[in-house]
């Protein structure tokens, strides 16, 4: 039976991964036609064949890869603040009613706040680079991770704390033991949102103010008109994004298979 | 804010509460990337929504919870104030409560902020007008049509978690500064998630109440109109609310990065003046334009289906 099911099972898995890189050859088919016909001139759209030569000659040096490695720096520092606050904040609002209702307000008008709007004034206040760039990171990631922390926390089924009360449990090993595992799967998927939000700050906060960065590059190669070099910053900046996302959800799926 | 019966410890599914910051919702509603037909996410969602798991512990009275809710950003404003009259901060760089809702009413009045406004919503309400029914679309193929969502889907979350305001640069160099070009950004950033929604309402709707119809021999067209769509609305309602937050976050960066009208311009304005007051004022307008825009989706939404609430939903 299970055997049978496997195979049915892998056999799905390879249809969807077949369809899905269809799906991507026939956009990539597009985009060369387009060129290749002439309806655009490449100057303008580059093409994949010149993106893949450009990549593959030139991931080896520095050009490229200086700027992959300073986004996943600023990327990585901004989620890690994120995730430090938003958790431990998320929790304690979570559990305690009143923080929660102290919080609501300010959370929801700044989450609501184009977070970009802030970015002079990080300017200002940390100086141009690396520490805004982080900073814009940091708060775009923060909502998703600290709501889905508290939601996690709230959604904790209540007789498992009364089990725990009734067992002797104390606030701390009833975080520790009972709602820290509960609440896992929503952190994770908290996390999961603030990577892309964090990404999305860092790039965007690598294209206004900072010398170094994937968006520092798009924006220094759209400005000098090098498409191509802009579509693999692009492609590069693609990948991170998806790289992540999957890593989250291998997470997720290794963390959340024990809760049946 | 919150709704009267906020308090009842009565057992219920989220709509407990509704009144929740939304934030609460993103976190499910975006989730669905994942919960395709069988997806692993599935079992979990049934698990939250499961009636009762809500409670909480009671706080004495409604009027404890207003002042909660109050007196600790009042206490900080106060303190904000104190702490720049008495010069323990720099107002410099912090500049005061006071002064910003000052500089806030300041630049609302000037003769020039109708143009600015206009020139940031104009392309705000096309791009998500454009965003909402490509968006319904789009997810409703995708659902609805096997081939094309396995086809497509991977590629669609691939721009999903990516930053799609990295295409800046390039539609510049394609579109120019004109308006068009924020249009463009403005749909990018909201088109995915009211696609992903949708197409996870369609999913996640009663099966049953499809079979139901097409026993009665509706065609697939009336089943979309009367099942699919409306069991699908609150979630589209939802898609919608994340992605007017993501159009006005690209309004403001697309004006940022290049035009000479907008409220992006003006802070950019304020910015190489370093003018502390005038941004945290214009980060203000921001801020309050964001929020009386996506509360009033919220609102709106849930007088559109009062059948059930948005956050009802959203797993």
Redesign the interface.
Known sequence: MSVVRGIGVRAEWLQRLAAGLAGFAIILAVWELIVRVGWVDPFFASSPTLVWQTLVEDLGSDRFTVHVRSTLISFGMGFGIAAAAGVPLGFLAGRYRRLDVALEGPVWFLYNAPSMAFYPLFIIWFGFGRPTVVALAALLAFFPIYANASAGVRGVDPTLIKAARSFGAGELALFAKVILPASIPMVLAGFRLGLGLALLGAVVGEIFGSNSGLGYGMHHAASFLRTTDYFVMLVLTVAIGVLANEALRWAERRLSTWRG | ?PSPDHEQPVPQAHDT?AA?????A???S??PP?SGPGG?RRD?GD??L?P??????R?SQRGE?VA??????AVFLALWELAGRGDLINVG?TSTPWAISRRVVGIVTTDGFGTHAWASLEPLAYGLLGAALSGVLAGLILAEIR?VR??????V???????R??????L???MGIGMGRTVVIVWLGAVFPILINTMAGAFERDRSLSLAARSFGATRLTELRHVTIPACLPHIVTGFRIGS?RG??G???SE??ASSAGI?FL??R??NA?D?EG??A??AI??IA??T???SIRVGGSRLIPWRSESAVVV
């Open positions: 804010m509460r929740d910051p939304a934030p609460d993103e976190p499910h975006t989730d994942s692993a979990r698990a939250e499961r009762g798991t809500r409670r909480w512990p706080l919870q909660w809710s109050v007196l600790p950003t760089f081939w396995m086809t497509f889907e991977p590629a979350m691939a721009l999903y978690c990516t930053p305001l990295a295409l800046l640069p390039v510049i160099i394609w937050t006005l976050l309004v403001i960066v940022m990065y992006g802070i950019m304020s910015a370093v502390v941004l945290m214009l980060a921001t801020a964001g929020t825009m996506t509360t």
